[in-house]
C-alpha cells in the first residue's frame, strides 16, 4: 500500500473533532447537548443577502472571475471606507472564505521551512494552514492574566530568524477576543519595518467590538502599505459561515499578483455565495448595533456566571464571541470528554472546546477552554450552571 | 520591501490570462472575439438545480460539514453505482472544486520535492497545483499523431524514481479530449500496483464521450482499491462551473482521513453550490443524451472544418469538449496574440489557448493550441472560418 505524506500525518484534527462522536452518541441517549465549542453563530443572516440568492435570474452557472467580479470588489472598498480604510478594488482579491485568503498569503510569501511568529493562543486551524504550506509557527505565548494583549514587543523580536517572513495577529482575537489597541498596532508596525518582516492581520470579527472601543486595523498604518496583508471574510459578519467568501487585501502589488496567480489555479470563489455577499454590503447599520448589542449582553452574562464558579479564572473579552477560561482541572481534553460521556445534569450537558488546540507549544492551555458565546442568555445561564455542577463532581 | 516567496515567483501564470488584455482591447475596438479558449459551457445549468437554489429556505447561513452532508453524499454515491462505481458515502468528501479535491490529494499524498508523473499535454492548473505543493510535475509526453493515446507504458517506468508517489491522469483528457480505453486503464493499474504508487484520475468529464464509447473508471479495477483516487466535479457535468463543488473518492481510509484533515482546516465547502450539486443529481437522463448530442456535432463540425485549413492537424477527440490542433505557425502564444491585436475579419476574431501552457516541457507544444466546442455549430463554422483566414494572412 502507498504511504500518506508526512504533511498529511503532520496535519492536525480539529481539537474539536475528538469530541464530536461522544456528543452524537449523548445525543443518542436523549442528552440535551449545548454547544459552546463552535463559532456558528445562531443570528439570522441579512434578509438582503438570502434574498439576493433567492431571486437570482443565473440561467449558467459560469466561472466568475478569478479575483472576484470588480463591482463586488469595489463595493467591498466602499465598505472598508466606510471604516477608515482605504483601498482601492485592485487591492482585494475575493477569496472561498477567509481560510483561503490565509492560504493564499503564505504561499505569497513563505516557503518550506519558513517561519511565521504568532502571539498564542490562536486560531487552530492557523497550526493546520502552517503544516499544509510546510511552514513552522513560532508562537509567543499570551497570557490569561493579562487578558491576552499583546506579549512585550522585546518576546517577539526575540524570536526572529532569518527564515521569519512574517508576524501574524488576529484582531479581535478568536479564541481569546482581546482587541489590540492602536499602540500595539503600531508596536506590530515598527517592528515589521525594522525586520522587513510582512504583518498579516485576520480581522474578521472588526465589527463586534464592545464597550464603546475602536478596531485599529493594520490597514490604518501609514508607512506600513508594502508590509501588511489583511485577510478578512463575511462569515461572521453578516453570520453566513456557510457562504464561504472571504478576501485579502493588501497595497502590496508583487503580494497581490502572486495571491492572484493561487487564486487563477483554481479558477474562481463560488458564485452564488459572491452574490450573497455582495448584497451583504447593503445591510442597515441597525442589524450590527442589534447584533452587537446581542453579543454584548450575551458576553456579560457569560462572564458574571463563569466568574461565580470556584477555580474558574476569565478575562472579560473586547471583541469577537468567545472568551478563554481557566478551568480547575488538569486537562481540559480529559474533562470536554467526560462532559459529554459521562455527565449529564437532568438529562443536559455541554460541549466546550479544548483550548489545547489553540496553542501550538507543548502542554500549554492544557487547563483552559474556548467558550463561544453564540447561544441565547437564558441558555448561556444554563449552560455555565451545567459547567458548575459538572465541575463540583469531576 | 518583503520578498515574496519562491514558490509564489515560480507559480505559473493562466495561459490565457496573458491574452485577456488584448481580448478586452479589441473588444473595446469593436471587435466581436469569438472565444474558443475556455472551458466554460454556454449549455444552460439543469433548471431543477437552479430552482432548489431559489426555493432554498435557509436563515443562517451555517457552516456544512467538513466532508460535505451524509445526504449529499449519499446521493452521490448512488450516482456513481449507474456509472458501475460502487463506493460507499463515507469513501466521498465533497470539496471545493476539483481544484480543491486534487489539492487535497497532492497534499495528502505527497510531500516538498516529490514526484508525480503525468501524460502531457495536460490541464495547465495541474503545474500551479504542483508548484503551490513545492513537487515536481514528470512529464511523458504523448502525440497528436496518436491522437494523445496512453504513452507506451515502458516510458512512465522509465521515469519512477524513489521520489515517485503517483500517476495523473485526466479522462477523457483536457486538452486533449483522448478517452482512455480499458485496457490502458489496467496497464496504468498494473504500474502503479508494481511501484506501489497512488493512481490519480481526473474524471470530471466522465459523461462527455462519444461515438458509442464508454468511460472507464480507475474506480472499477479491482485490485486497485487502496492505490485509486478519483477527483471529480459537478462544473462540466452541469455546465455550474461556477458552483465550486467536487469531491475526493477513494477506497483507502488512510488517504481519506488524511483528506479530511485538509478539509477540517478550511471548514466546509459551500452550502448554497452544495444545495444546487444535490439537486443537480436528479436531473434526467435526457438532459446528458441532449448535451452530448450537441457536443458530438459540435465536435464533428470542429474538426471537419479545421481538417480543411493547409496545414492544420487535429486528432478527433472522443471525449470531453477540447481538441488539441496543431497550426502551421512558429510560435502559438505570438500567433494567439496576433489574432487579438492585429486581425479581425470583417470586425470579428477569434480567441485561443495556446498549447504551451498544457506542456511542462519546455518548448513543447508551441506551434498546437487548444480548441473549446463550447459554441453553437454555426459559431464554431465562422471561428474557423476566422482561423483559417488568419493563418493565410499570418
Not at 468567545?322 to 438529562?347: H, I, M, R, S
Request: net charge neutral.
Amino acid at each position: 500500500m502507498p504511504s500518506i505524506s508526512k504533511k498529511g500525518t503532520l496535519m492536525p484534527e480539529s481539537p474539536i473533532r475528538k469530541l464530536v462522536p461522544y456528543a452524537e452518541t449523548a445525543k443518542k441517549n436523549g442528552i440535551n447537548v449545548y454547544h459552546l465549542n463552535i463559532g456558528q453563530p445562531d443570528i439570522n443572516t441579512p434578509k438582503i443577502a438570502l434574498d439576493a440568492v433567492k431571486n437570482n435570474t443565473i440561467k449558467v452557472l459560469a466561472y466568475s472571475r478569478s479575483e472576484g467580479s470588480e463591482v463586488y470588489r469595489t463595493k467591498i472598498a466602499k465598505y472598508y471606507k466606510k471604516h477608515d480604510i482605504h483601498v482601492n478594488h485592485d487591492e482585494i482579491i475575493v477569496t472561498t472564505g477567509g481560510s483561503e485568503a490565509l492560504l493564499f498569503t503564505l504561499g505569497s510569501i513563505t516557503d518550506v521551512g519558513d517561519e511565521v511568529i504568532i502571539p498564542e493562543p490562536f486560531y487552530a486551524n492557523y497550526n493546520g494552514f502552517a503544516t499544509a504550506s510546510g511552514i513552522k509557527v513560532v508562537p509567543v505565548i499570551s497570557s490569561i492574566d493579562e487578558a491576552f494583549a499583546l506579549p512585550p514587543i522585546e518576546e517577539f523580536e526575540a524570536l526572529i530568524t532569518p527564515k521569519t517572513k512574517a508576524i501574524l495577529v488576529c484582531n479581535p482575537g478568536n479564541p481569546t477576543g482581546y482587541l489590540y489597541t492602536r499602540e500595539e498596532i503600531k508596536k506590530l508596525k515598527t517592528l515589521a519595518l525594522k525586520h522587513d518582516l510582512f504583518l498579516v492581520a485576520d480581522e474578521v470579527y472588526r465589527e463586534f467590538v464592545y464597550d464603546g472601543l475602536t478596531h485599529h486595523s493594520i490597514m490604518q498604518e501609514t508607512g506600513l502599505e508594502q508590509h501588511a496583508i489583511m485577510v478578512d471574510s463575511v462569515s461572521k459578519r453578516y453570520s453566513m459561515c456557510g457562504a464561504r467568501i472571504g478576501c485579502i487585501v493588501s497595497k502590496n502589488k508583487e503580494v497581490m499578483a502572486t495571491a492572484l496567480k493561487f487564486a487563477q489555479a483554481r479558477l474562481s470563489p463560488p458564485t452564488y455565495a459572491q452574490i450573497a455577499s455582495e448584497a451583504a454590503l447593503d445591510t442597515p447599520e441597525s442589524y450590527f448595533t442589534e447584533v452587537n448589542e446581542e453579543y454584548k449582553e450575551r458576553r456579560n452574562v457569560l462572564v458574571r456566571e463563569l466568574k461565580k464558579i470556584p477555580g474558574v479564572k476569565v478575562s472579560s473579552p473586547k471583541g469577537a464571541f468567545y472568551c478563554v477560561a481557566e478551568l480547575p482541572v488538569a486537562d481540559t481534553d480529559v474533562f470536554a470528554q467526560w462532559l459529554l460521556e459521562k455527565f449529564n445534569d437532568k438529562g443536559e450537558t455541554v460541549m466546550v472546546a479544548p483550548a489545547s488546540g489553540f496553542y501550538s507549544t507543548k502542554g500549554a492551555g492544557k487547563n483552559q477552554v474556548r467558550i463561544a458565546y453564540v447561544l441565547k442568555q437564558e441558555k448561556l445561564v444554563r449552560s455555565v450552571e451545567i459547567l458548575k455542577k459538572a465541575l463540583e463532581m469531576y
